[in-house]
């Protein structure tokens, strides 16, 4: 039987991506989505309808999953939001979306799946954070909270679960072309360009290679990996 990964945030344009590649290679992708599905999607992918936000349906599609397949071997929290503006601008309305769907989907999420992974000793949960979050973003006051959140999250829950084999590591992507940054103004893109030494943005290709790179470790854990060419001001 083929490791069973279930990606949440699966219809979005990362989350395609690690659904293609995954499903691709050795492993049975669940594919989670909000409000539409996979237009189209290999044979190895299941797609199931999942609101991260609400804890009874993540509890549902994680016991629907091990009851038909036995485990679940890796999640990926890719479900995330944004809301961009400068903070005297942002209300509570932007504040708690972005951090319901980005900080508590993925704690519903972990918290579903730890029982099983625990009982396997042996699971990998992966959480798409972003940049923004480790450096703050101009602009992004609240999704940059949300994914530092995301990042204290995976730390914690690294060192709560080392001892159960479950690794726990998180991704920054670099600015890709998904729905969150569509929005983005022509400048804006040119100044993140700017920000690479390398002159250029990462694509969704590379970044879902290396996702599913990373699922198939087995001694990884506790890390940030940061997949563009920004240097952080403290490295």
């Known amino acids: 039987m083929l490791p069973v990964v279930l990606i949440t945030g699966a219809a979005g344009g990362l989350g395609q991506a690690?659904?293609?590649?995954l499903s691709s290679g050795q492993w049975q992708v669940i594919a989670a989505y909000h409000t539409a599905p996979l237009v189209a999607a290999h044979d190895q992918v299941i797609q199931m309808r999942m609101d991260v936000t609400n804890r009874q349906e993540v509890s549902q599609v994680v016991r629907d999953i091990e009851e038909r397949f036995g485990r679940i071997d890796v999640l990926i929290n890719n479900?995330?939001?944004?809301?961009?503006?400068?903070?005297?601008?942002?209300?509570?309305?932007?504040?708690?979306?972005?951090?319901?769907?980005?900080?508590k989907?993925?704690?519903?999420?972990?918290?579903?799946?730890?029982?099983?992974?625990?009982?396997?000793?042996?699971?990998?949960?992966?959480?798409?954070?972003?940049?923004?979050?480790?450096?703050?973003?101009?602009?992004?006051?609240?999704?940059?909270a949300a994914k530092?959140?995301?990042?204290?999250?995976?730390?914690?829950?690294?060192?709560?679960?080392?001892?159960?084999?479950?690794?726990v590591n998180a991704i920054l992507p670099g600015v890709l072309p998904t729905g969150i940054t569509?929005?983005?103004?022509?400048?804006?893109?040119?100044?993140?360009?700017?920000?690479?030494v390398l002159g250029r943005f990462n694509d969704l290709g590379e970044v879902a290679s290396m996702v599913a790179f990373l699922c198939g470790t087995r001694n990884i854990s506790g890390q940030i990996f940061q997949l563009d060419s920004r240097i952080a001001p403290w490295t």
Not at 80 to 93: H, K, M, P, T
Not at 131 to 142: E, I, K, L, N
Not at 148 to 167: C, D, H, K, V
């Open 18 to 21: 690690l659904t293609k590649v």
């Open 148 to 167: 530092a959140s995301l990042l204290g999250l995976t730390l914690a829950t690294a060192r709560e679960t080392g001892a159960q084999n479950i690794r």
């Open 105 to 144: 989907g993925a704690f519903h999420c972990i918290q579903a799946v730890l029982p099983i992974m625990t009982r396997q000793s042996d699971g990998h949960i992966i959480n798409i954070s972003s940049y923004a979050g480790r450096c703050g973003v101009g602009g992004q006051s609240v999704y940059s």
């Open 182 to 196: 569509r929005n983005l103004s022509p400048s804006l893109w040119e100044s993140f360009r700017k920000q690479n």
């Open 79 to 103: 479900a995330g939001i944004n809301r961009d503006s400068l903070l005297v601008q942002a209300d509570d309305e932007d504040w708690d979306r972005v951090h319901e769907v980005s900080v």
